[in-house]
């Protein structure tokens, strides 16, 4: 199991081991849809882009749908019920995490 600790910048770049290959997670702060905004992540492997701005949904596996290698992620604000937005990373009392279970890796509930 793989954490993330997401922070306040608007852009954030990680590099990773999940199941032994190397991928690299964008996050990028979209305000054009107001105050709330909106979070996406692109994923890359290499150079190759296999994922694209897919938007940060708190509670729902975010990859399920998509054959890159890596089957669950979710992200979990530890203090929050709702999205992540930039307010919540900014917040000193939110913690957000981004979780990638490997393979065989379960977990019994989300909540």
């Known amino acids: ?8 910048e608007p852009y954030q770049e990680f590099t990773s081991s999940v199941n032994g290959v190397s991928y690299t997670f964008t ?18 492997r290499s150079n190759t882009v296999l ?4 938007p940060l949904l708190q509670g729902v596996n975010l ?5 890159i290698g890596i089957k669950d992620m979710y992200v979990l604000s530890l203090n929050s019920n709702a999205d ?4 919540t990373f900014q917040s000193n009392n939110t913690e957000t995490l981004l979780l990638i279970l490997e393979e065989g890796e379960e977990i ?3 909540g």
Do not use: I, K, N
Not at 63 to 67: D, E, G, T
Not at 84 to 87: F, M, N, V
């Open 1 to 8: 199991m793989l954490f993330f600790t997401l922070g306040s």
């Open 27 to 44: 996050f990028q702060y979209c305000s054009r849809y107001g105050d709330s905004g909106v979070w996406s992540m692109s994923v890359r």
């Open 51 to 54: 994922v694209s701005s897919l």
């Open 63 to 67: 990859l399920r749908q998509h054959s």
């Open 84 to 87: 992540p937005t930039l307010s």
């Open 108 to 110: 019994a509930a989300l």
